[in-house]
């Protein structure tokens, strides 16, 4: 290339880069503070600036200056595209601002009204990871390790929402809302051995948030007792009986005049009186009837506490001089029910709701039977096998009833044709 030549296009590059300092320069002097909104004159540098590029084309008949003008003008054009965007975005951004109080505001009416939860259908996760923390608590002695091994106290730190700054009134109404829909949800779902174990899961991930909530705390016993009725280890059912006592125990305490908080730590005592000795057996099941009688007067239309005062007579009525003897010795008293009453509690669940269970039809024939009233055994035999078998226990209880079916028929001597065709 000749020398000529290099020094023109040595020249021609410092006019153009001259050229662009000029052009930022005023870019920067005549753009006024956020107005990046009121900048889209820039999207027409291509006219502004053609006779610039025509006179630096007289420069290197090859064009190059002119392809570094474009290569700025193009980065201008991106730069001014950005800036419009982020104007764009701090206007949504102030938009919403304004909008939340008002949704504020909005939702309080709607919540003013009815409102309509609708049951979601449960889709099982079977989650390794909890049932590994129960696990490996298994060996925990305490009622207060078995609180911390459980996870009730340890903080859940999977996963982490960010927080959003909103009015505090907000805040509270629609962590009431989420509440009750939880609540509502795990209600539901424990109709079936499979939505017992969603339930329980569905707890687990919002102890942290609603630990302190005494309508969460009961229901988070309850699920851990129904754990103990599904699970077939001997080891986890004791671990689970263990955490949910401690859970009713933190319930009864603070809310000592809900009945549901009596009911489930009656229930869970029951639970945990079974890897007891005999002292602390009998000392569960004096502990179980006091609060079971308690649950009994602040629930008195709830046909489950019959049922399980039903159960704790009928127990009673059935152990021997020596056990009532030496329950008498431990604890100064002795225990004593009949089957009279125990009868009286399980026609009690029956009237408050008719069928309300396959077990407690199963108990009323049993008590029939031990005062030989053989029809009315019968009667609630037949009963119980028109209702479907949803649990373990109902299956059970099922087969019980076929035998003492059988068992009638010998003493009754009724007409094979009579006897339903599934207890044959």
């Known amino acids: 290339m000749p020398h000529s030549t290099n020094k023109e296009l040595i020249f021609a590059i410092m006019v153009g880069t001259a050229g662009i300092s000029l052009l ?3 870019y920067q002097k005549v753009r006024k503070p956020r107005t990046a909104m009121s900048l889209p004159k820039l999207f027409s540098l291509d006219h502004t600036f053609a006779s610039t590029t025509l006179q630096d084309k007289t420069y290197n008949g ?26 764009e975005l701090k206007e949504e951004i102030r938009f919403l601002k304004e909008t939340i109080p ?7 009416d709607e919540l003013g009204g009815k409102i309509t939860v609708h049951r979601i259908s449960p889709q099982h996760r079977a989650r390794k990871r909890r049932v590994t923390v129960v696990q490996s608590s298994a060996t925990s002695n305490s009622s207060e ?24 009134a907000f805040s509270t109404r629609i962590e009431e809302l989420k509440l009750a829909v939880l609540l509502q949800k795990v209600d539901h779902l424990r109709m079936t051995e499979s939505g017992k174990m969603e339930s329980f899961e569905l707890l687990c991930d919002h102890k942290e948030k609603f630990r302190d909530e005494i309508e969460f705390v009961w229901r988070f016993a309850r699920a851990y007792g129904d754990m103990f009725e599904l699970s077939t280890d001997t080891q986890e ?35 945990v009186s079974q890897f007891e000795g005999i002292q602390n057996k009998i000392n ?22 019959y049922y399980l005062n039903g159960r704790y007579c009928y127990t009673v009525s059935k152990l021997s001089w020596i056990e009532k003897k030496m329950a008498a010795a431990l604890f100064g008293r002795m225990p004593s029910s009949t089957i009279q009453e125990a009868l009286h509690n399980f026609l009690k669940a029956e009237e408050i709701h008719p069928g309300y269970s396959l077990l407690n039809y199963t108990y009323l024939a049993k008590c029939y039977v031990d ?29 019980e009833v076929k035998a003492i079916i059988k068992s009638l028929k010998r003493v009754l001597d009724i007409e094979g044709d009579r006897i339903p065709e599934e207890c044959c």
């Not at 569960?284 to 506490?305: C, M, N, S, T, V």
């Open 237 to 271: 059912k004791k671990q689970y009986a263990n955490i949910g006592k401690t859970l009713g125990e933190k319930a009864i305490t603070r809310a000592p005049m809900n009945g549901h908080c009596h009911l489930w730590y009656a229930v869970l005592c029951g639970y």
């Open 371 to 399: 005062l030989e009233e053989n029809q009315s055994a019968w009667k609630f035999c037949n009963l119980a096998l028109l209702l479907p078998t949803v649990t373990k226990e109902d299956k059970e209880a099922q087969t």
């Open 62 to 87: 090859q064009g190059t200056p002119a392809i570094f003008q474009r290569r700025q003008l193009q980065i201008l054009e991106k730069l001014n595209e950005l800036l419009t965007n982020m104007e």
């Open 102 to 108: 008002k949704l504020e505001e909005y939702i309080q």
């Open 284 to 305: 569960y099941g004096y502990r179980f009837k006091e609060h079971l009688d308690i649950a009994i007067q602040l629930l008195p239309e709830e046909p489950f506490l």
């Open 24 to 26: 930022v320069l005023w």
């Open 145 to 168: 390790e078995a609180e911390s091994e459980g996870g009730y106290i340890t903080a859940n730190t999977d996963t982490e929402e960010p927080s959003v700054s909103v009015p505090a």
